[in-house]
Nanobody, 119 residues
Framework: QVQLAEPGGGLVQAGGSLRFSCAAS????????MGWYRQGLGKQRELVAR?????????ADSVKGRFTISRANAGNTVYLYLQINSLKPEDTAIYYC???????????WGQGTQVTVSS
């Protein structure tokens, strides 16, 4: 089960920073990769950051150098974090986390957290 533990989104000015997290419970999350997705208004959901079970990270080109994904395992719970710096208006979206088998999400989607960046 994926639960967004801290809805740390909100309204932020361009150039600002945000950090938010989610908690995913279950051995499947512990054993697999994790990812942060986002979905802008009228757009498809896209994977923006991925972290393997071993800590290897991948980022979409649009967020490289500004987004940092990290994870911490505690028992069968994975705490997933996303640090966003130098926010841009185009980062405005609902952000979701999920577990990944390879590059594919496997859990039901949570509610996500809304991030709005004003120019």
């Amino acid at each position: 089960q994926v639960q967004l533990a801290e809805p740390g989104g909100g309204l932020v000015q361009a150039g600002g920073s945000l950090r938010f997290s989610c908690a995913a419970s279950g051995s499947m999350f512990r054993m697999n990769n994790m990812g942060w997705y986002r979905q802008g208004l009228g757009k498809q959901r896209e994977l923006v950051a991925r972290i393997s079970n071993g800590g290897i990270t991948n980022y979409a080109d649009s967020v490289k150098g500004r987004f940092t994904i990290s994870r911490a395992n505690a028992g069968n719970t994975v705490y997933l974090y996303l640090q966003i710096n130098s926010l841009k208006p185009e980062d405005t979206a609902i952000y979701y986390c999920n577990g990944l088998v390879g590059w594919d999400p496997f859990a039901s989607w949570g509610q996500g957290t809304q991030v709005t960046v004003s120019s």
